[in-house]
């Protein structure tokens, strides 16, 4: 047997015991540790060594969990090594950590993936999950540096269709989606699907209505061009 023949694509790495949520139904039980300093976390030169040992049998990728990852106080080193390595990288986070300038770490890597974890469309639901006042605000917070960031959020419609979404036009089930709010003032907001194309608008301007602006506008001179001659229209 040769390392070709059976390549070990992708390492898991458990960074910390201790995290700083207190979910009630994390089947690793890590310990709460809300400053960070109560629990063992892996050692950086274990992590090195680990990485440049399964390099030779076909490590193509790291997946960093805990715990909680960004509790680990040499987050940043190990996010340096993994891009040394070129290897992807994977982080599975509840997003409390993830500040603007960690999220800009994570996106130094080349098409990172990032899981945010979310357990209700509202803080009631997500905070009697996760155990911790405030950390539903936290999460949406942390979410929003990966996307300034330019990690872009994703979903395909069946996860979505878990939570009650649906689309008004076929779409297919393996596409990457992000749900869109976008405020009506007193109303009720509206909500449209987005896919690369609006995430790319995003790119040149920030702001989902402006993105929205460029999308109907486009729909309108393809709506335009199939008018045919002497209608009148």
């Given amino acids: 047997m040769t390392a070709t023949e059976y ?9 910390t015991e201790g995290c700083n949520l207190a979910c009630r139904h994390c089947w690793l039980a890590p310990k709460f540790d809300p400053r960070a300093d109560r629990y ?37 080193r190990l996010l340096g090594i993994v891009r040394r390595e070129e290897l992807g990288l994977t982080v599975e986070t509840n997003g409390v950590l993830c ?6 770490e994570i996106a130094k890597s080349e098409n990172p ?25 936290q999460a949406l917070e942390g979410i929003r540096n990966l996307v300034e960031a330019g990690i872009r959020p994703q979903f395909t419609i069946t996860e979505l269709a878990r939570y009650g979404v649906s689309s008004a036009e076929p779409v297919s089930p ?11 003032g007193d109303d009720a907001p509206s909500y449209y699907l987005g896919a690369q194309n609006f995430f790319t608008i995003t790119r040149y301007n920030r ?3 402006y993105a929205m602006a460029v999308y109907e506008l ?12 002497g209608s009148g229209s």
């Fill in 7 to 15: 390549p070990l694509r992708q390492l898991y790495f458990y960074l």
């Fill in 40 to 76: 063992p976390v892996l050692g950086v030169e274990l992590f090195e060594t680990a990485v440049r040992e399964a390099k030779p049998l076909g490590l193509g990728a790291v997946k960093l969990t805990g715990g909680e990852p960004l509790m680990h106080p040499e987050i940043v």
């Fill in 99 to 104: 500040t603007g300038r960690m999220a800009a």
């Fill in 113 to 137: 993936f990032v899981s945010v974890s979310l357990d209700g469309v509202d803080a009631e639901t997500h905070e009697w999950v996760r155990g911790l006042k405030g950390s539903f605000e």
């Fill in 174 to 184: 393996d596409m990457p989606l992000a749900l869109v709010d976008l405020p009506n």
């Fill in 207 to 209: 702001s989902s209505f």
């Fill in 218 to 229: 486009a729909r309108s001179l393809a709506a335009r061009r199939q008018v045919p001659e």
